[in-house]
């Protein structure tokens, strides 16, 4: 199969497709594998590196939709991009299409078949390739949020970890997943204290087992998420419906009674966001401010650590594209469940029930479209 990486044209995305290793072992497989020039400079993964490992490097993205079967992205194809693509050609990237009508309707049109990472599962039900870069931004999140907490960027001046004879930081995260697990990790390291909510009491048993009780898990009964809100310093946006856009837990209302200068991160951004008053930011310009509230809402947060995050995306997404190249789409699909979940869009039809829902599309089974 030809196989092509483009390079990623969102605002400071410097993430690749493809690592060289990774290239290595499609090559190896019997697949010619196209990389646009300086596609990895973001990574440190230089042409020279990639033609060493077998692939063609080309001048342009042109050259690569115009000639790949199979197009390997990290982020939602930005609107020059949709223009290139084509009916029979297969995009796997991260999509997020449920809170996004536009590239939804962009993508239709294309007659592309396009395979989202998020919504990939396997047997266990858990989303494979969208776990890495939930650990990543969870991390993130964190860090990002004790900078928007001091004071030139708008924040109280509270430092998360306190210091010897005062109070920690209050870290409030919605939602004890992947993305809430991680952020409670770096949020307990600095010394804040923490707070997570979630709505599964087996989650919560595992998060409380795992602390050993060094952060509080609660059930979120209706009304404590108001209650708490305005206590907290940082809150953590990290709630998941897979596939689905995320609900608006956290109202205007809400923010209104939050403290002066406190900062709300919503990881769950790319899904629409879980704050009423989210909209996406991006690295360049990465926050706002309503109520006097911070709010972090950038939609791509792995990017700022590309090496780290392209890595760890290649480690859970090579085995798919390997078996994409090998066995084509209809094959792979029957032979794979989880991996059937994450056709979102082909041959002008939506697959996926939240977003046919979303938009109120009519849902086409994936037998039918392909």
């Given amino acids: 199969m030809i196989i092509g990486v483009p390079k990623e044209i969102k605002n400071h995305e410097y993430r690749v497709g493809l690592t060289v290793e990774a290239v290595s072992r499609l090559v190896s497989e019997g ?206 946006g990290a709630v998941l419906v897979p596939g689905a856009s995320a609900p608006k837990l956290i109202t205007r209302q809400m923010v209104s009674g939050m403290k002066p200068g406190s900062v709300i991160v919503d990881v769950a951004i790319d899904q629409g966001g879980c704050c009423e008053g989210s909209r996406p930011t991006t690295h360049e310009s990465p926050t706002f401010i309503v109520n006097d509230v911070v709010h972090y809402c950038v939609a791509n947060m792995p990017g700022a650590v590309p090496e780290t995050s392209t890595l760890a995306l290649n480690n859970a997404t090579l085995p798919y594209i390997s078996e994409l190249a090998k066995r084509g789409v209809r094959q792979s699909f029957l032979n794979d469940k989880g991996f059937r979940d994450g056709l979102n869009v082909s041959n002008g039809h939506i697959t996926n029930t939240a977003v046919a829902a979303k938009f109120g599309y009519d849902i086409a089974q994936w037998e039918d479209v392909l």
């Fill in 31 to 236: 697949n010619q594998v196209l990389v646009e020039q300086g596609a990895g400079t973001g990574v440190s993964a230089f042409d020279d590196e990639y033609r060493a490992a077998g692939a063609t490097v080309c001048d342009s993205s042109d050259e690569i939709f115009l000639r790949a079967e199979l197009i390997v992205k990290v982020k939602e194809p930005q609107m020059e991009e949709c223009k290139k693509l084509r009916k029979g050609q297969i995009l796997f990237t991260y999509l997020h299409l449920a809170a996004d009508r536009d590239l939804t309707e962009r993508l239709i049109k294309t007659g592309v078949t396009a395979i989202a990472y998020e919504t990939v599962t396997n047997s266990a039900g858990q989303l494979p390739l969208l776990y890495p870069m939930s650990e990543g931004a969870g991390k993130l999140a964190v860090q990002a949020g004790a900078e928007c907490l001091e004071k030139p960027a708008g924040g109280r001046g509270v430092l998360l970890g306190g210091v010897s004879g005062v109070a920690p930081g209050l870290v409030l995260i919605i939602g004890g997943g992947v993305v809430g697990d991680n952020s409670a990790i770096v949020a307990r390291g600095m010394g804040a204290n923490v707070t997570i909510l979630d709505t599964s009491l087996d989650r919560l048993r595992y998060l409380t087992d795992k602390y050993n009780g060094s952060i509080t898990c609660l059930y979120a009964a209706p009304g404590l998420l108001q209650k708490l809100i305005v206590q907290a310093d940082l809150v953590i």
